[in-house]
């Protein structure tokens, strides 16, 4: 399994800049792609960015040009960086790893992909 670990949340002004970070733990497999989900109160959870280990960016079209991923794949970590915040940012930021591991099955071991998930930072926009 992996653990992630999910900080940088809190209270920021409308137009402000505020940075999350995440490490990864623990894993008995390999993290092919990380990235950043979000869900606000009364709303499924939403991608808001990923990034895969070859370099494939994907952005919410709700956030781009304001948000930006950054991954050091050595350390298995990713940051969010996000800029220009409104009060529709406000949501509960999870981290999210996408890890190839080894799984039993009829025909032997194989490989599947598997999602795991932090425990989340809030994230609050208010003036």
């Known amino acids: 399994q992996v653990h992630l670990v999910e900080s940088g949340g809190g209270l920021v002004q409308p137009g402000g800049s505020l940075r999350l970070s995440c490490a990864a733990s623990?894993?008995?497999?390999?993290?092919?792609?990380m990235g950043w989900y979000r869900q606000a109160p009364g709303k499924q959870r939403e991608v808001v960015t990923t990034k895969t280990n070859g370099g494939i960016i994907y952005y919410a079209d709700s956030v781009e040009g304001r948000f930006t991923i950054s991954r050091d794949t050595a350390k298995n970590s990713v940051a969010l960086q996000m800029n220009s915040h409104a009060p529709e940012d406000t949501a509960n930021y999870s981290c999210?790893?996408?890890?190839?591991?080894?799984?039993?099955?009829?025909?032997?071991?194989?490989?599947?992909?598997?999602?795991?998930w932090g425990q989340g930072t809030q994230v609050t926009v208010s003036s």
């Open positions: 623990g894993s008995a497999g390999s993290i092919v792609a």
């Open positions: 999210n790893a996408a890890v190839l591991e080894e799984a039993h099955s009829d025909s032997g071991l194989t490989k599947r992909e598997n999602n795991y």
